[in-house]
C-alpha cells in the first residue's frame, strides 16, 4: 500500500497536470485528490494501520504514468555478450520505462512463435519492465518470404518488424501490411534504402565531406518512408515509422496523417540532441543509424513533435560491446545506447529550454505508445495499473560504467554529468527501483 503525496502528477488522459495525493493498493491506483487526510487514505486502502503504508513525500517532483519504449534492442537470443533481457529490462526500470518493445534483429532473429514465447517469457522471469516482442517480418529477415504473423502474435508478438534492415521489395511491404491487418498490429518500418545507403557510415553533407566519411544521403530514409505510407493507403494497414530523421520523412508524414493514412512515427532523442557536427573520428558512440542528422533536419524533426506529426518518442537502445565500438569509425556497428539517459537528456536538451512540456513527454513517451500498440499503461487514473515513475528534475548523477545497469556503454554520455532522473519506478505497483538502484527481488 502506497501514499504518494503532493507530488506534481501530470496525465494528459484526464487534462490533468497539478499537485495531487495518489493512493495504490494491490497495484492499482485507488484515489487521487488534493491534498488526503490520513484517515482519507485509511478508508480507501480498508486498513486501520497506517504503518502499513509506505509514505512517500512527492514535493517538487514529477509522478508519470511509466514511460513506453517502443523501440529498444536487447540482444537475446545470441548476444548475450551485448546486452541480454534481464540487463535491459533493468536499466528500462532505472531509465523510467516500465513497458519496452524488443525488437527482433538477436540471433537468430524472432521469426518463429517458440522465440516469440521465449521473449515474452525471459521478460517474465526478470521481473523488471513489461517485456512485449516484436516479431520479424520476413524470416531470417531475409526479406523473401512473411513469418506466420497470425502465430506470432498469439504468441505475444505486439508489432512486426525487420528493423535493423530495411524491406527492400515493395511487394514483400505491400504483403507484410495486408497480412498485418488481420493481426491488428503494426509494421514497424526501419525504412532505409541499401542502394542508396551503400556503405555510409554518417549522413551524407559537408561534414562526411570534412571527416572523409562516406555519407548516407537523407532519401536512403524517405524515399521508403514515402513508398511506405502510400502501401499503407493502399492496404489499410497500419505504419509505424522508426526513427525518423530527415526534414523529407517528417514532410511525407505530414501529408500522409493529412489524407487518412494510418501512419505514426517515432523520433529517438539522439536525432533532437546531436548533430552530424557532433561526430568525430573517434568518436564510435555517435555512430548510429539513422546517422545524425543535420541542423535543418533537426528542426524539421522539433517542428514535427510539436505539430503532432511525430507521435512519439522511442531511444532505438542499441548496446554494443566495448570492443566493438572501440573499431575504426567506418568499422563500428551501428547504435546507442539509451535506456538509462534518455530521459535526462531530453529533460535537460528540450524541456528545461521549453521545446517540450512535461505533458508532451507523458504523451510522446507513455500515452501515445500505450495506445498505439494497444498496451496497458500510458496513464494514471483510478482504477488503472500504478505503472509509475517519481521523477527528480534536481536529481544530477555522473554517468559511469558501474553505475549503468545496461551491460554496455556506448552512450555519448559517459564521463558526463546529467541532471533530471527518475528516482522510484513501479510496475503493477511494485516498487522496482528507488534512488537509482533497482530492488532486487527475493
Ligand atoms: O543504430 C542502430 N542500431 N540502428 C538500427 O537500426 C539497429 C540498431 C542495432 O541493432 O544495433
Ligand atoms: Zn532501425
Not at 271 to 297: I, Q, R, Y
Not at 309 to 317: C, G, P, R, V
Amino acid at each position: 500500500m502506497l501514499w504518494i503525496k503532493n507530488v506534481n502528477l501530470v496525465d494528459p488522459t484526464q487534462g490533468l497536470s497539478g499537485v495531487r495525493d495518489v493512493v495504490v493498493r494491490d497495484g492499482i491506483i485507488s484515489a487521487i485528490q488534493e491534498r488526503l487526510q490520513e484517515q482519507d487514505v485509511l478508508a480507501v486502502l480498508g486498513t486501520a494501520r497506517i504503518e502499513e503504508v509506505q509514505q512517500i513525500d512527492g514535493s517538487g517532483k514529477y509522478l508519470f504514468s511509466g514511460l513506453i519504449d517502443v523501440h529498444v534492442h536487447l540482444r537475446e537470443p545470441g548476444q548475450e555478450d551485448k546486452e541480454d533481457i534481464r540487463s535491459g529490462s533493468r536499466a528500462a526500470v532505472r531509465g523510467g520505462f516500465t513497458s519496452i518493445l524488443a525488437m527482433a534483429n538477436t540471433s537468430p532473429v524472432i521469426d518463429q512463435r517458440a522465440l516469440v514465447e521465449f521473449v515474452r517469457i525471459q521478460g517474465q522471469r526478470a521481473g523488471m519492465a513489461r517485456v512485449y516482442p516484436i516479431a520479424a517480418v520476413t524470416k531470417g529477415f531475409k526479406g523473401l518470404e512473411l513469418v506466420e504473423m497470425m502465430d506470432m502474435r498469439d504468441g505475444g508478438a505486439v508489432g512486426f518488424s525487420d528493423d535493423g534492415k530495411g524491406i527492400q521489395n515493395a511487394e514483400m511491404m505491400r504483403l507484410a501490411l495486408e497480412y498485418a491487418k488481420l493481426t491488428g498490429c503494426p509494421i514497424i518500418s526501419h525504412c532505409e534504402d541499401n542502394d542508396l545507403a551503400g556503405n555510409g557510415v554518417m549522413r551524407r553533407g559537408e561534414e562526411s565531406a570534412r571527416l572523409g566519411l562516406r555519407g548516407i544521403p537523407a532519401s536512403a530514409e524517405s524515399v521508403m518512408v514515402a513508398r511506405d505510407v502510400l502501401l499503407a493507403g493502399e492496404t489499410g494497414g497500419k505504419i509505424h515509422i522508426a526513427h525518423v530523421s530527415t526534414k523529407e520523412s517528417v514532410q511525407i508524414i505530414r501529408a500522409a496523417k493529412n489524407i487518412g493514412i494510418d501512419v505514426t512515427a517515432e523520433v529517438n532523442p539522439h536525432h533532437l540532441l546531436l548533430t552530424d557536427k557532433d561526430v568525430t573520428l573517434t568518436g564510435t558512440s555517435f555512430k548510429v543509424n539513422p546517422p545524425l542528422p543535420s541542423m535543418e533536419d533537426q528542426e524539421a524533426l522539433l517542428q514535427g513533435l510539436a505539430d503532432g506529426t511525430i507521435d512519439m518518442l522511442a531511444t532505438d537502445h542499441a548496446p554494443h560491446t566495448w570492443e566493438e565500438k572501440a573499431k575504426p569509425f567506418a568499422e563500428a556497428p551501428f547504435g546507442i545506447n539509451a535506456l538509462e539517459t534518455a530521459l535526462a537528456a531530453v529533460w535537460q536538451g528540450l524541456v528545461v529550454k521549453g521545446l517540450l512540456s512535461p505533458e508532451q513527454v507523458v504523451k510522446l513517451w507513455s500515452l501515445n505508445p500505450a495506445r498505439r500498440f494497444g498496451l496497458a499503461g500510458g496513464t494514471i487514473q483510478v482504477g488503472s495499473a500504478a505503472d509509475m515513475v517519481l521523477f527528480d528534475p534536481l536529481y544530477k548523477e555522473m554517468i559511469t560504467a558501474e553505475s549503468l545497469e545496461s551491460k554496455a556503454q556506448n552512450t555519448p554520455f559517459l564521463g558526463k554529468e546529467m541532471q533530471g532522473f527518475p528516482v522510484m519506478t513501479w510496475v503493477n505497483g511494485e516498487l522496482l527501483m528507488e534512488n537509482r538502484k533497482i530492488l532486487d527481488r527475493k
